[in-house]
């Protein structure tokens, strides 16, 4: 399932036509920050509007008009399955629900980038590691450790001051768990 940057743009800029607004927010933070051009994993977005839950039908729409398949996230949300040359690509759309949370500011505090004369936002990188420790699975853990790689190779700069900042916002019984788990992984002492 690899897809380039041209592929990526694409599919958000159809998405954006329809109207639905969001917040990248998933390891295409990550790939873009390094500037990767080949992509394999899912297109994650927090979405603005239309609630994925809430206005769920008008996701269903979508899918039909461009010929995609929907299925759902592992928390019920709406997610595309686009058929393309070199395989597919999935979106899937996210809003705060159930275990799935994440901070007003983080969202509020998302940057906008130019892609190919495209404008998307995304997460702060810092936000992006700072769910990944909060998930703490295997995978996110192992990229945490990945990541401490590009650190320390100087192939990328993490703002300590943002990750403190971004862990406070999470309720209070849950920083320990955030802060030991990006301990663990050597992102902060």
Known sequence: MTYTINDLVSVLEKIQRYGIQGVIIGSTVFYLKIKKKQFEDDIDLFVIKPSPLAEEEEYVQIAYRESWEISYTEIGTPRFIIKHPN??????????????????????????IRIKNTDVRTIQLEDYIVLKARAAREYDIAFLKQLKLYINRGKIKINKKRIQEVISLFPHEEQSFIRNKLYEAKIIE
């Not at 999935?90 to 969202?107: K, T, W």
């Open 87 to 112: 395989g597919e690509i999935i979106v899937e759309f996210y809003e705060n629900i159930h275990d799935f949370y994440i901070p007003e500011e983080v969202i509020a505090s998302s940057t906008k």
